[in-house]
């Protein structure tokens, strides 16, 4: 389990930290703690992360803006916070549960058994992807993404629409969150199969997938996988 803590008091943070290695054990892999909003944000968008442990205030900044990245994540979300007050609005936001400062190891191991429980895997399912914004995040619906193709040293985002935009993300990362909707056909190309509508086979021994009007190029072990689908 890979965890993120964001979390402003560096104590509170390791003491959070240590409660959760008493009580996880083994099953954590890795665990990070970041202070600042920009920081969380630049984290959660370049590496993988399957649970968000996030205090609202942040040096005056308003850690619910960081929830807009969960939407876009494979991530779940638990609040730890002494704003009692705003757990209707965290709760909006799809979070598995709020824990209250002080925080209790008793009601934190409640949380936790929460997110161990799991969601339906489609619920758990990334849903948007995030592009960086100046200092922002972008949200695009991957219901809107026909394809990615990888570039030099980042991916380029294919959309309905004609929409093309940058992101940071490797291929090899992106087949490991993306929905089981999207097939990587090409060591260039990951597509959407709600988009594909015909695969050919071309003279020269090579193989295309038609994906929203384009012509995608396909490997020959997936035009073997693809053929009996078309």
């Known amino acids: 389990m890979r965890v993120l803590i964001v979390e ?24 990070r703690i970041e202070g600042t909003l920009t920081a969380s944000e630049c984290f959660l968008l370049d590496n993988p992360v399957d649970l968000l442990l996030l205090d609202l205030n942040l040096n005056g900044d ?4 960081l929830l807009r990245l969960a939407a876009a994540g494979s991530f779940q979300t638990i609040i730890v916070s002494a704003n009692t007050d705003r757990a209707v609005q965290a709760f909006e936001y799809g979070v598995i549960d709020f ?9 934190l191991a409640r ?8 969601l339906p895997a489609s619920a758990r399912e990334m849903q948007y992807v995030a592009v960086r914004k100046d200092d922002s995040a972008e949200l695009i619906a991957l219901k809107d993404v026909t394809h990615f193709e990888g570039a030099d040293n ?6 309905r629409g004609g929409i093309q935009e940058r992101h940071r993300k490797t291929m090899d990362s992106l087949m490991h969150i993306l929905p089981a909707n999207f097939l990587r056909i090409h060591r260039s190309y990951i597509v959407n199969m709600e988009f594909a509508s015909q695969l050919h086979a071309e003279s020269g021994g090579r193989y295309d997938l038609e994906v929203a009007g384009q012509k995608l190029p396909v490997s020959r072990q997936v035009y073997r996988e693809l053929r009996d689908r078309f």
């Open 111 to 118: 949380a936790l058994q929460r997110f161990e429980a799991g």
């Open 99 to 107: 824990v209250p400062k002080p925080v209790s190891e008793q009601r």
């Open 8 to 31: 402003d008091e560096r104590v509170a943070a390791r003491g959070l930290e240590a409660t959760l290695r008493r009580l996880l054990g083994a099953r954590i892999v890795s665990v």
């Open 62 to 65: 308003d850690g619910m803006q």
């Open 154 to 159: 980042y991916v380029l985002i294919h959309a």
